[in-house]
């Protein structure tokens, strides 16, 4: 049986708590007062970017997937501004896939 190692479990698993909550609404709301929040157009565009990521990390994981379903060999999770929904538009992307040995 192979050793479980640190970096490969998840920081939290836990939903934000209330305080956390109110910093995420209070940074949204300085990035609107400040005008760099992103539009409507810029989030389509986002959102059409990470649905074409996830798209080309299922197509990988059913080839090299071994017979198993996609979503259970691999998937795309954000971080960053772009999960905790403060990104402004000239922000990256950040996402990591996770993908079984």
């Not at 995420?24 to 929040?37: D, G, N, T, V, W």
């Not at 970017?49 to 080839?63: F, H, N, Q």
Request: hydrophobic letters at 30%.
């Amino acid at each position: 049986m192979r050793k479980s190692r640190r970096y490969l479990q998840p920081i939290s698993t836990r939903p934000p708590n209330n305080e956390e909550k109110l910093q995420s609404k209070m940074l949204r709301q300085a990035m609107q007062e400040c005008a760099i929040y992103e539009t409507e157009e810029s989030q389509k565009a986002r959102d059409k970017a990470i649905a074409t990521l996830r798209s080309v990390v299922r197509s990988w994981a059913k080839k090299v997937g071994s017979g198993k379903e996609a979503d259970s060999c691999a998937r795309v999770e954000l971080y960053g501004s772009c999960r905790l929904g403060v990104q402004s538009p000239e922000s990256d992307i950040d996402a990591v896939v996770i993908a079984q040995s």
